[in-house]
């Protein structure tokens, strides 16, 4: 039978391209975009806010929906904003997923974690897979709820739960959304359009990330594996690269040479300073065969490149 795919989420930085993805896969009319306003890009939608289970659940009925792809959250910095909306978008919306998957005969969900799990207790060089998670914000926390509610369902269950624990992602295609670690997207932007950039974060801070395209791949051959291959029911570490302002401002440079970086470190930095600088992703590589295509330097010249062609198509329209 052919998967019918629902994302929920479609319209934001992970969902936008991860959809485009999924429907080259499965068919565009197998996938289902779901977000609170419809971006106009065609294809199938449904207007979602995923707190209403009511109209989650009629979406599911009317779609025959067999697998969902929970995207909707609120993210780091957004939601020390905004404590309590963070955590019951970001838990409330799980549950309701979950609880529809467990009684509509959903085949499988995929739900992001983060590196925003580990807190100051964690070790910040090659963080294990398994080991202190001590988060100190409102999305660090509702991830690591996220993760164990997650497992649970699984073991209760049986229901087949797969989640990555996503660096700082990067990509020119969408906005980022309110998270610690979107500088790394909007220095790009600024370095081609302006040729400056104000940094939030100090210049040596270092941290995971990950290139749009790898995620995207991460997040389908985890879904795409077999059962028996997935040995971790909370939350898998996967990794890309790390570096910090300093480095990718040097890697811009060797491209645009007159690119002139500071640095004015906000509230951010202590959320920052809280989260791994690398990651070990063992467990990912050796499951399910996780390996990176890109490092900073391939990634800092796709993202000038496409971010250029793009102004230049502005500038013409």
Not at 267 to 279: F, G, H, L, N, T
Not at 297 to 314: A, C, P, R, V
Request: charged fraction near 25%.
């Amino acid at each position: 039978m052919k998967e019918n795919i629902l994302v929920i989420g479609s319209s934001g930085q992970i969902g936008t391209e991860l959809l485009t993805e999924l429907r080259k896969l499965a068919g565009d009319d197998h996938v289902i975009a779901a977000d609170i306003k419809d971006p106009g890009t065609g294809g199938l939608f449904e207007t979602l806010d995923v707190l209403d289970g009511h109209r989650l659940l009629s979406i599911v009925k009317k779609h025959r929906i067999t697998q969902v792809y929970l995207l909707a959250a609120l993210l780091s910095a957004t939601a020390e904003k905004n404590m309590k909306l963070g955590w019951k978008l970001n838990m409330e919306g799980l549950f309701n997923v979950l609880d529809i998957a467990r009684e509509n005969g959903i085949s499988k969900i995929f739900w992001p974690s983060s590196i925003a799990v580990f807190g100051p207790g964690t070790p910040r060089k090659n963080t294990p897979q398994h080991t202190i998670m001590d988060p100190s914000t409102v999305y660090g926390i509702s991830k690591l709820a996220g993760e164990r509610w997650c497992e649970y369902y699984f073991l209760r269950f049986g229901l087949d739960i797969r989640s990555i624990r996503y660096p700082g992602l990067i990509g020119y295609k969408s906005a980022p959304g309110g998270g610690t670690t979107d500088y790394a997207v909007h220095i790009f932007h600024e370095a081609v359009i302006r040729k400056r950039y104000e940094c939030f974060l100090h210049e040596n801070t270092m941290l995971p990330m990950m290139y749009m395209p790898d995620a995207i791949k991460a997040t389908i051959d985890l879904m795409n594996a077999p059962a028996e291959k997935i040995n971790i029911r909370s939350s898998y570490n996967v990794a890309g690269m790390s570096f910090s302002p300093l480095e990718i401002a040097a890697a811009i440079q060797k491209h645009i040479p007159e690119f002139e970086c500071t640095y004015k470190p906000d509230y951010r930095q202590k959320i920052a300073e809280s989260w791994p600088e690398s990651i070990d992703d063992t467990a990912a590589r050796n499951d399910w065969n996780w390996r990176p295509s890109y490092d900073l330097h391939s990634m800092t010249g796709d993202m000038i490149e496409n971010i250029s062609l793009l102004n230049e198509k502005k500038v013409t329209l």
